[in-house]
Each structure stands twice: as C-alpha cells, then as structure tokens.
C-alpha cells in the first residue's frame, strides 16, 4: 500500500504542474508510473517531457476503462462520467448531496473562506491516497457522510468497474484525518453485526437512523457503548462512536396455522396472540379479511373464503404482521375443488362398426341424479343439448356420438366420444343395395370403403393363396342391359390365356369378360336375354407368383331391365312404366305391341321413333325441302345419337328397292326424287 500511494502523490505533482504549465483546473498527464488515471468531462493530455498538449473530451464516452496515449506513453484510464468526481482547490463553496457518488480523484483543498458541506447519506470514495484536506480559514462540515475506498463495493457500488465484489478496509484516517472536529460513528446491529460507518463533524445531529430488522424481535431504538439511548437528535461526539441496537422479544402466534375447506364458499376465523400491534393481510383475492384486519395484543381475524369454481385444489396464505416488520406468522388456507360429475359411458364404444339399417346406442353415467345430454353432429352437448333417453336411441349411418354429464352442486364432466361405423353391404358396395348378393369361394369379398369409382365404397375380392378362388355373385332375371366399373391390381398375363392371376366376369356360367395387370377402373356392359341369369365375379390365382395387391374391385353395378322384340332394339321396361302402358298384371311385352292412341303405330314403333304412345297427333314427321337446287331432307322427332337414322332414295316410284344415301352431300346429281327415312 505504501508503494501505491508514493506513486501517487508523484502522479499528483505531474498533473499539478499541467495544471500550472496549461492554466486549467483539471488536466491530465501520463507517465511511465502506476495503473492509471480516472478522468471526467474534458481533460488536457500531455506528458513530463513537456510535449503539446491536447484536449479530450470524455463526456460521449460510457464509464469504464481505456487506454489513452500521450507523448510515447500508453495508460489505462479509468473513465467516470456518472459519479461526480472531484478535486483540486475549491473555488467557491460546495455541497455535496446524496444523489450521486462522489469520487475524490485527487485531493480536494478547502481554503480560506471557503466551506465543503457533505450532507447525510451521501457516499464519498477516495481513490489511490486522495483525501480532503481543510485548511486555516477553511470548514468541512459532514452530517453523517459514508466515507470508502474506491475499490469498496459494498458502499455505492462499483465504481472502479473493477467488475470485483470487493469491501476494502478503513482507510478513515487517510482520507479525514487531517480534519479537525471529525467524528466516526459505527451504527451496529447487535454484538459483532457491523451495520454502517458514519463520518459527522462534531457536534452535528445524527439525524434519521436505521431501523434495522430480525427475526422474532422488535427493534427497540440505539443505545451507545454506556447504555445512553440515542435517537436522531443526539449530537455526533467521542461518546457516540459505537451505537448498538436494542431488541425486544417479539411474537405473533396463530391459531388454527392451517385450515381446510370444502369448495362452498365459507368463513373461518383464527385466533391471534401478539406482543404488540399487528396487521392481518390475506394474499390471495379468493381469500377476504372480513374482520379483525389489525389490533394489538391478542385479537380475532375473520375470513371470507369465496367458492372454488373449478375442478382444482388451490392454497393460499393470510398473514398476520407484527407492526414494524418484527415477525409474521402464515395462515394457509386449502380449499378443496368441485367435484366433476362422472364422464358418461357411450355403449357400443368408441370404433365400433355395424351394418344393417340401424345400431342402438345407450348411454350411462356413473353419478346418480346426473342429467346426460348428446349430440350426433359432431358438436359437444351444451345446456341445450337433446337429453339422453332412458332406453337409448338409434343410428343409421356412420355417427360421432357426443355426450356430456351435468349434475347439481358439480361441475360439468368431460365429453364421451364415440365414432360407430355403419359398414356398407356387398349390395350396397355394388350400388345395388335391394339386391340379394352373395359371396364364397376360398374368402369372402368385403366392402372396400377406401377405394371407389364413384364414391362411398366397392366390392372387393377377399384375400387368397395359391390356387385359390374369392368369388362374388348375384342374379337377374329377364332381359336387359347389364353395365359395371372394375379393376384389378395383380399379375399381367402375357398372352391372355386365363390362366395366369385375374378377375373374370362370368353369366350363366360363361366367362364373358377378364381383367389382369395393373387397370384402370374400366367399364364392363352385356345385352343379356329373356330368362333368369347367374352373374359371377371370380377372382382367380394360379399355383404361383403374385403382383400389386392381388385383388380385384367391383362398383357401380347397373342392370337396366329391356322388352326384346323381333328386328328391333331392345326397349328399357323403365320406358314402358314411365307412360303408364303397363297395367297391373300386365307385362312390358302386351305394352309393346299395343296401340293405345290408335294412330297405327305400336308402342314399340313410338319409343323408336321417338313420338307419345298415348297421343295421335304425335307423329314421325319428314321435310323435304330444295336449296339452291338440291334436295334437303330433316325430320322430327330427332332423337340424335340415341337413335340410327338412314336416309334412303328413288328416282321414280316404280324402283323396286330404295337406295340407302345416308351421308351423301348432293343429292341431285343423281336425279333422285323420292326419299324415306328409317329410324333403327
């Protein structure tokens, strides 16, 4: 320490004479000796080899260290522009307040005439032997100063920015003791609790004090080393040197400590017993002091606990203070949360599947006297919500059925869910759901939900080994055109012998179609005859191999019942039912021949023709007509690509056989003259 501060005093006489040599009042030089310097505001830089000098401006610059060159030297420098630092010869009186650090940088000379005032709580720092210094004719006058080395971060913080958490010792008499009428004041919390060191001229007020705090006692004001009481205005003096707290017993009890309770809102009330004054204060806003919020010596604390409106338990704390923060005691209040009613139970569950037109759904729920509500469109039940019959309800299709519980004094229960899966029949997967269809073979075919044409669903072939068959098959009766979507996904017969894996389509027994590969979705149609027919999907493998998914899938199945007639296509039955020409008992076949309207045209003929069965004045009508020299023939009805027109021509009349010119563009080169249409 002594090195540092001969060093020091030698920096102090290199900066004294820049002062001199530059006529400013804080300047700065460099030297080859010590750490560094702490500059503020703008500084004059210079060096003992009497080089120019140069200002520099510290106030942008943030607090901290940085090096600084000057004449060949380079130092660190500490910058401090936040604290007030101070130094040299008062040029007039000065007040140093308690807003901000002072740091003595370098020694402060108080003149005559000339007075420094260091109000009470204000820190002043010394640093590397900086100190106050009065002289004849000067006054410092200090109300209780707190006096520390630069490097003592426990009073006023870091102001060396050393980073450290440093607490240097007491170099008191370094810094002030060469001023008379000083006196230091130890304020202490109890035998060896070290509280503050205070610096007064003597004589002075010590004014506020420290109300110092410990657990379960009450402060009970300063006394010095004789046991002379002291309070703030006692004058600073050699008696007063060490100042000691006094401590009382305190206590605070409460009685219950802890308290349970149901989720109802409720009062409890707890006794308490103090020493001395006390304050009750709940910490939570669920929790409400009532009554007996403070009183002084033994007293009543009413609570008011409000209702727990969820499901959780919850704790909170009401606290009963002893005046002047001398001990506390914590009053925990548990409040138990609502009961939940019991989440309902949906039978069949969650997943189940059905097919049929219907599955009944009953629901059930644990907690007696609960009101069960549901909902079938994927909302969850509220209040308004259809309530749950005793016996249980039905579903038709594919249904997420949600259900939710209420019960009086009780929150509501969570919500049941269950999805039930109306699986499509093997007829209604062919889209021909009145149907008697029927599966076998060595595995049943299965409705496909996943893999469609048209949507919803397919048939598709059961899962088979080598060698094995999974066969489809229905039956329809009379004459009619039958049409459906299929595809496969299995091995390609190379040359189409039907021997390899495949689905083929069977009527009556005859193979009449067969798919194998990896296909499309395709469309597959037959004419089919009067009488009953056997319609079969087979799909097939042969003793070895495999490819794609090995199956088959067929949609869309479409049978259109038709009246067969000879030399004429054949009718749809639907047609004949649409005008009404089939009478109870009678059959498609009478309708086709008859005449109802009379007009010499049999039903048949109409429908071909495309004219009302039931109207004589609804005819098949032909125009002819010249344009620009050549014949144009039209006709009504025109029924377009549902029916085959051909367009036939004479010359004259006593040709024995018409011509068939459909498609000829001119029809007068050949000088016909006589033209007919038929209609197939």
């Known amino acids: 320490m002594k090195k540092t501060m001969a060093w020091m005093v030698a920096a102090v006489a290199a900066w004294s004479l820049a002062a001199a040599a530059w006529g400013r009042s804080a300047s700065l030089r460099l030297d080859t000796r010590g750490e560094g310097w702490i500059a503020t505001g703008v500084e004059v830089l210079g060096s003992t080899g009497g080089e120019s000098a ?13 090096t600084v060159q000057s004449g060949g030297v380079s130092k660190r420098v500490l910058v401090l522009n936040g604290p007030a630092v101070e130094g040299g010869r008062l040029a007039a009186d000065a007040v140093w307040s308690p807003d901000r650090v002072h740091v003595v940088r370098h020694d402060v000379v108080v003149g005559a ?44 913080g870091d102001t060396n920015l050393d980073g450290e958490e440093s607490a240097a010792g007491s170099e008191w008499a370094d810094w002030v003791g060469g001023v008379p009428g000083l006196v230091e004041v130890r304020i202490l919390g109890g035998a060896g609790e070290g509280a503050q060191v205070r610096t007064y001229s003597e004589g002075r007020a010590l004014g506020a004090l420290p109300v110092p705090e410990r657990e379960g006692a009450l402060f009970g004001g300063w006394v010095t080393a004789g046991g002379l ?68 010596g033994n007293g009543t604390v009413r609570i008011a606990v409000a209702a727990n409106g969820t499901a959780a338990a919850r704790t909170g704390v009401v606290r009963i203070r002893l005046d002047g923060g001398n001990g506390e005691r914590e009053v925990a209040v548990t409040q138990a949360g609502m009961a939940v009613a019991a989440t309902p139970t949906v039978s069949p569950g969650d997943g189940t599947t059905f097919q049929g037109n219907a599955r009944r759904v009953v629901v059930s729920c644990a907690t007696d006297g609960a009101t069960v509500r549901y909902t079938l469109d994927g909302t969850d039940p509220d209040e308004s919500s259809t309530v749950v019959p005793s016996g249980g309800f039905n579903v038709f299709d594919t249904t997420v059925v949600k259900a ?104 009556d027994g005859t193979v009449m179609a067969r798919l194998d590969g990896e296909t499309d979705w395709a469309e597959a149609a037959f004419e089919l005859g009067s009488g009953t027919h056997s319609l079969e999907w087979s799909y097939a493998k042969d003793d070895l191999g495999s490819a794609g998914e090995d199956c088959g899938w067929v949609d869309a199945v479409s049978w259109t019942p038709t009246v067969a007639l000879d030399g004429m296509a054949a009718i749809p039955v639907s047609w004949f039912e649409n005008q009404g020409l089939v009478a109870l008992g009678g059959t498609a ?69 018409w011509t068939d010119v459909t498609g000829v563009a001119d029809l007068s080169g050949a000088g016909w003259r006589f033209f007919a249409v038929s209609v197939e």
Do not use: H
Request: hydrophobic share 40%; aromatic share 6%.
């Open 54 to 66: 140069r200002t520099w401006d510290t106030t942008g610059l943030p607090d901290g260290w940085t």
């Open 113 to 156: 005439g000339r007075t420094l005032t260091v109000e009470a709580g204000t820190v002043v720092k010394f640093a590397g032997g900086s100190k106050i210094v009065q002289e004849t004719g000067g006054t410092v006058v200090m109300d209780g100063a707190l006096l520390a080395d630069i490097a003592d971060d426990s009073v006023g």
């Open 229 to 296: 009481a002291v309070g703030a205005g006692t004058a600073a003096g050699a008696d007063t040197a060490a100042l000691y707290a006094v401590w009382e017993a305190a206590g605070v009890e409460a009685v219950p400590g802890a308290v349970e309770t149901g989720a109802a809102a409720c009062n409890v009330e707890v006794a308490v017993t103090a020493t001395g004054g006390w304050t009750a204060e709940a910490g939570e806003e669920w929790l409400t002091v009532t009554a007996g919020a403070s009183g002084t």
């Open 404 to 507: 939710k519980a209420w019960a009086d004094g009780m929150l509501p229960s969570g919500v049941a869910v269950a999805r039930i899966v109306r699986l499509p029949s093997l007829a209604e997967a062919l889209d021909v759901p009145l149907w008697s269809v029927a599966t076998g073979g060595d595995a049943a075919w299965v409705a496909d939900s996943e893999t469609s044409r048209t949507g919803g669903s397919s048939a598709r072939s059961g899962s088979i080994g080598e060698n094995q068959r999974s066969v489809l098959s229905t039956g329809v009766s009379g004459s009619g055109r039958l049409s459906f979507l299929w595809k496969a996904s299995c091995e390609d017969d190379p040359d189409d012998t039907g021997l390899w894996d495949g689905l083929a389509f069977s009527v």
């Open 589 to 657: 076949e009478d309708a086709a021949a008859a005449d109802p309207d009379g007009d010499g045209m049999t039903t048949a003929q109409e429908y071909l023709a495309g004219t009302d069965p039931n109207d004589p004045g609804s005819v098949f009508a032909v125009r002819l007509a010249i344009e620009e020299g050549n014949p144009v023939v039209d006709w009504a009805p025109e029924l377009g690509g549902g029916r085959t027109y051909r367009l036939w021509a004479k010359r004259s009349l006593d040709e024995e056989r």
